[in-house]
């Protein structure tokens, strides 16, 4: 059996923006994704956490560092076949204060631990969907700014340019949806559905 490893945060998790709790099975894109493959060759393996970095230590969180965990993770589930990955969101935080390369950095860093660990996966490398234009107002999420927003659109680009460096497969998720409007942050259920859809398109395709 094929195993599917999805690493990724709140947006991987399945953090639902209206009701503050997790989207349960049957709703959340990697439940969507393993109904989609094969079940008897292929098995989602769910690695989101919400509130993980890349590279950054969240003082105010702890365990969402990203390269702290994957290896592990790398070797638990190994061999993993496909691997999914999708961080940067909380990257635009302003208490790290990094630019969209500095993040990208950070998804250099994750893949050339997959390299380590995991040489043989396919990797699709997945820029998150775009922060909400008002997710810094008071009634959303402060932690971020209007900075924050910009940052966030402009980690495609450079997500783009790693993975091609590192031979990995690419794709926006800002191509097929966006943030609900309840939080500004998060995918709502349809999102989830679309997001599912595309990600195992772009997966038969590679």
Known sequence: MKQVLCFGDSNTWGYDGESRERLPWGV??????????????????????CGRTTVFEDPLRDGRKGTALLPTLLETHAQADVITLMLGTNDCKTIFGASAE???????????????????????????IHLGDKVWMEEFDREFSKESVEVSKELESVYETIAQKYGKQFMRAADYV???????????KESHRILANAIYKKLEEG
């Open 28 to 49: 959340r894109w990697t439940s969507l994704l393993q109904e989609k493959l094969n079940k008897e060759e292929y098995r989602v393996i769910e690695e989101g956490l």
């Open 102 to 128: 500095v993040i990208g950095k950070g998804i250099a860093k994750l893949l050339e631990q997959i390299e380590q660990f995991a040489s043989k996966a396919k990797v699709l490398v997945i820029s998150p």
């Open 178 to 188: 966006s943030c609900s409007e309840a939080d500004q942050e998060h995918m709502d």
